[in-house]
Antibody
Framework: EVKLVESGGGLVKPGGSLRLSCAAS????????MNWVRQAPGKGLEWVSC???????YYADSVKGRFTISRDNAKNSLYLQMNSLRAEDTAVYYC??????????????WGQGTLVTVSS | QSVLTQPPSASGTPGQRVTISCSGSTSNIGSNTVNWYQQLPGTAPKLLIY???QRPSGVPDRFSGSKSGTSASLAISGLQSKDEADYYC???????????FGGGTKLTVL
């Protein structure tokens, strides 16, 4: 059974940093792209970042230069380092598996999400 | 303001057929395939339709997708109370060089 479990969310002050983790199990982790998708409270979905199976990295313009995605295939884990956080980064962050090595639109498995709140 | 436009709400009675629209442009829906996601209250999104009209294993055939030009639609037939959820369309955007989502449609089963 495919499972994605996020952790690392919490309350952080504007300008602060946070590192999210996503532990994956039940599939060959290095065969799929992995993505972060966020959802602000009461709002819709917003794609944040993708790392392909080969390590190619992509970011939404809204987080470029502030967020860093990475993966550790040996640990079956995905990460999102978030720096210079802003109030508008407040959201539930989902880890989502792409259906192919490079998929950035089609996500067949999602974690339960971890809430990041940026507030003073 | 989302790149893909969906109606904020839709409703229907049990057994009815409802459709949810998703309007885009030549840089997204007009030149790329469309996915649909279902988000039940308090849960993570779930892939419902991919490649415009394909259903993942386990998704009932009551759900169907279609695309024409720069618009796409999700149809739900034999509406059930458990279909009450938010529905999102998504597509790649060639101009933005990234994936875009619709703003979501909240489906209420009356």
């Amino acid at each position: 059974e495919v499972k994605l479990v996020e952790s690392g969310g919490g309350l952080v002050k504007p300008g602060g940093s946070l590192r999210l983790s996503c532990a994956a199990s039940g599939f060959t982790f290095n065969s799929n792209s992995m993505n972060w998708v966020r959802q602000a409270p009461g709002k819709g979905l917003e794609w944040v970042s993708c790392i392909s199976s080969s390590g190619n990295i992509y970011y939404a313009d809204s987080v470029k230069g502030r967020f860093t995605i990475s993966r550790d295939n040996a640990k079956n884990s995905l990460y999102l380092q978030m720096n210079s956080l802003r109030a508008e980064d407040t959201a539930v962050y989902y880890c989502a598996r792409g259906t192919t090595q490079t998929a950035m639109v089609t996500f067949d498995y999602w974690g339960q999400g971890t809430l990041v709140t940026v507030s003073s | 303001q989302s790149v893909l436009t969906q109606p904020p709400s839709a409703s229907g009675t049990p057994g009815q057929r409802v459709t949810i629209s998703c309007s885009g442009s030549t840089s997204n829906i007009g030149s790329n395939t469309v996915n649909w996601y279902q988000q039940l209250p308090g849960t993570a999104p779930k892939l419902l339709i991919y490649l415009n009209n394909q259903r993942p294993s386990g998704v009932p055939d009551r759900f169907s997708g279609s695309k024409s030009g720069t618009s796409a639609s999700l149809a739900i037939s034999g509406l059930q109370s458990k279909d009450e959820a938010d529905y999102y369309c998504a597509a790649w955007d060639d101009s933005l060089n990234g994936p875009v989502f619709g703003g979501g449609t909240k489906l209420t089963v009356l």
